[in-house]
């Protein structure tokens, strides 16, 4: 269907968007060469080639890369994703270079910081969708993977960056070992993820049920947000940042200080309504066997996007200036994005969801002209699993082996290491109902899923959310 | 016959892949649990309290839920998952070792009909069509051998049989973890201790608050710490010397990342810092009854220190931050920022006479007379060394486990167990035929396109043989 559309019309090229991002990125690029080349009045002339511009090259690479990719996702256009993977390329060289100004310049592998481990993340996964374009033929895989990393580097942005000296503890070169393995283990999981979406896609899963899944995650997002940081007269409470020090505000140890931005809880109740209509529909759908609720339930996705884009906006204009007032402590305070990532990651990741799933709604018949095969796509998740695994299993060992020349014993039960161990074992158990017990397609697709959330919760959830020795990251 | 024996049955449980990967699961669970549960050896008494309320603790401590990792229910959790794996692999490494000692070289009727990769090719004369194979064989790096004899001659190649072994060596290597881990359990120990400049220790307390009695004595001579520009620690060392009956074996500097090792029992630099006992005070001293004589002592620790032939002066006495009250000094906190010492004089002839130095207070009174008058020029507290002591025999176990469990992984995902096979059979269609099979235990659809490669090159041989042999006839016709 979606080929003889396009043959039809060869008049639409689609040129027009390509030149789009080339000027915009020609553009951009332009205004941070002025801004590095004409240093402000009295100031000395800034170095050209540093880290941070770098990065600002990669970032407007990335971003030309994504918006060609989700271009593609609406016209459904190759040349879009060979424009995309040009730009994904050129990014990562700038991403290299950044990262291997910033190795140069503190004397250390990146991976001291979470800033830094997200630089080093963000290179992987931007190696990785290379590697699935070029090896496995995987064209779309930038489509997931690109505006992730732009949510990457936005995200650095917000962290504080400064090099900082490594403690004694961290002066070992099997820390260096064991989070290079950490980050290509972890970005194995993440190709897994995207390509066992792929697969259900392929494998004809409906898109209703895709809708489903996407209502469910933004739900739970807002849910959660809500059922945390909801204050009594309607404000939304957030972690007090202290931006000389860059970094929390704690009452006492451990404990942090909670400032209340007035009326934001407000819109994000709405936005949670707004995101669990369309749940509430495809259940009703479902129960009522009414097909015509799953057409309701697909434009309430679409009204919600706008609703989810309006809270972001609100959200960062609100936590990013002015001070406000706090239950716990006098005074005024403010608070920054930093403070709070989860939040901000919830909110980007459930429009990034959304968005994802309108491209499959009105693009649907050209991605899958372009997905390889659904087995194909089976079998390159397996593998991508099976190099996943062994990484995980020599990260752990080489976690297990630093641990014991640090703190003198190779494994504590501390909650980073338990939920690695269970990364480990629900992968092992992926593996094991794969090869004896023959699991292959749907489940094998659900356990891939899975299991990535499993390493999102270890990788994150861990850091903010369960105390332990893992504090440097 | 299983219902008959209610072992068998438990053992034909434990044995399969199911019951594996639901004890799997559970411990998956538990695990989950004890990190979203504040588990009381990592976390402070009040902190749990603080936490919880007291029925609710009450019955997560009676659950165990507060200390999962160390429960009796975990160790048995963990203790099935090792008797499912020794179970598994027991039930079914018969056949792996099959496999492995009488490879299936001679293929009969039966496997060549179900075996999905293979091929037919038409021949002609039989001797020369295994040669050709063969040498096809060859080309593709296989070294084929010629089984069987007289008419049922074949072809036999293999590559890496050796890792239909590498599911069992992997298992073995988890119980090698597991091993080490439970020897670890029952036979290691983890202590910490601060240790005092000058300090010698035989003995520490360990983590569950038992004394343990080292084999070995341990003396901490010197350390400190080096930092950044910004005042972040750079480096923390520590001098440390191992005695034995009072004998200096073995001497180290240790730093964070770099152990002591004696006797099995590791000596890790783990803090640092300021104690509140004195290392060094430098003292001018003038004799009441010849003033303008002054005179400096350094004292050395709590060690007397001669002042003249007849009297000796030594730190009796060190309060860190003091307060006066009723004339006696007390201590108010462990902040070292404003000291009290008491000077202890023994003269021969004046006897025993204590005084009191407050260096930081000029406005404090004075207490105690002795024949002489003491100003504190300058003083250094001693540094304290934390160490975390651990004795961890089953660890060897562990490492031993990892490399061969990397090992048997690499062989389980690198390393592909192939079989060819070449053989003459008749077939009712088109008469004698070369039929050539092949089998991977992965990677299938790559080796299938090799085998497709290799087959066509053989029917490209076969044909070129033909063509030539009805050419030599047709020619020794002419």
Redesign the interface.
Known sequence: MARATVEEHPQKSGYALLVAVTLGIVFLLFVAFLNTVKPAPGAPPAPFLTESNFLYVALILYAGASALYIGFGVTGLDRYVKAASVLTLLGFLANTLAAGHRWYVAGHPPFASIYEMLLSFVWTVAALTLIAERKFKVNVIGTVTMPLAVVGVVLMQLLPNEVRPLVPALQSTWLHIHVTLAMLAYAACALSFALAMMFLIQDNMKTETFQAATSALTSAVYVSILATRFSQWGGLNLIAWDYQNKEEVFIQRGVRLFVTIPDLGWIFAIVALAVLAPLVFYIWGRVAHDESKYLTASRGVFVSIALQVLALAFFILRARSGAYASAEADGTFQTSLAASPFILSGIVSGIFASLLYLMLVWRRSDLERLLPTADALDRITYKTIGIAFPLLTLMIAAGAYWANRTWGSYWSWDPKETWAAITWLVYAAYLHMRVTRGMRGRWAAYFAIGGFAVVMFTFFGVTYLLPGLHAYA | MASQNPLNKIIKTFSS??T??VL??L??IF??I???I??RP??EAD?IERTYSPATLHWLDMLGLTDV?HAWWFATLLGLVAVSIILVSVDRFPRAWKVLTRPYKVTDSHFRAVLPMQDKIPITDPDSALDIAQAAFRKSHLKPQRVGSGKETALFAERNRYSVLAVYIIHASLLLIFLG?IVDALYGY?GFINLVKGQTITEFELSNQKIHKLPFALRFDNGGREN?A?G?????WSDLTVLQDGNEVLKKEI?????LVYKGV?F???SFGTSNQVDTLILQVTPKDHPGAPKEIVLQGMNPSPIDDDATVQIAKFIPDFVIEGGQVYSRSNDPNNPAIELKVVSKKAGVSGTWLFPADPQAPKIGETPYDFISKDGKLAPFTGL???H?PG?YA??GG?LV??IG??MA?YCVHRRYWATIVTDPKHGQVLWIGTQADKNR?HYGEEFTEIANQIRAELQLQSALTKEEKSLAHA
Do not use: C, H
């Open positions: 892949i199911k594996g990967v799997l699961i411990v998956v695990s989950a004890g990190t979203f504040l588990q990592t976390t902190q990792f881990g983890k950044y910004d972040s620690p750079k480096k923390w730093v964070v990342n770099d152990p590791r890790y630099q783990s975390a002591i651990s961890e660890q562990v490492w990892i469990m990397g992984l690499a995902f659809e």
